[in-house]
Nanobody, 128 residues
């Protein structure tokens, strides 16, 4: 059974850090493009980070560039999103996704239609 399970969300102070994990089962992540998305209350889900399966190139949305880092551990079949310098606009449910695209990381790889498998999401909250 193909599954993606996120973990690592929680309550963090502004300026703090967090690392989200996304464990895959039922398929090998190494062969898939991976993406992280987030959805804040009342807003549409947006792509924020992606990594190509072709060359491990990465691409980030402007809103997170320089603060978030996407990575993968093929031995663990897990992808990560390191979140640094949390801002008040970062609270959301964060989702990981995997897709069969064989392309370098460009803005199109932040689009939902590129992805076939989705996790259930993990909540990130910033304390006031």
């Amino acid at each position: 059974q193909v599954q993606l399970v996120e973990s690592g969300g929680g309550l963090v102070q502004p300026g703090g850090s967090l690392r989200l994990s996304c464990a895959a089962s039922g398929f090998t992540l190494d062969y898939y493009a991976i993406g992280w998305f987030r959805q804040a209350p009342g807003k549409e889900r947006e792509g924020i980070a992606c990594m190509s399966s072709k060359d491990d190139s990465t691409y980030y949305a402007d809103s997170v560039k320089g603060r978030f880092t996407i990575s993968r551990d093929n031995a663990e079949n897990t992808v990560y999103l390191q979140i640094n310098t949390l801002k008040p606009e970062d609270p959301a449910v964060y989702f990981c996704a995997a897709g069969a695209s064989w392309d370098v990381a460009t803005p199109h790889l932040l689009q939902e239609y590129e992805y076939d498998y989705w996790g259930q999401g993990t909540q990130v909250t910033v304390s006031s």
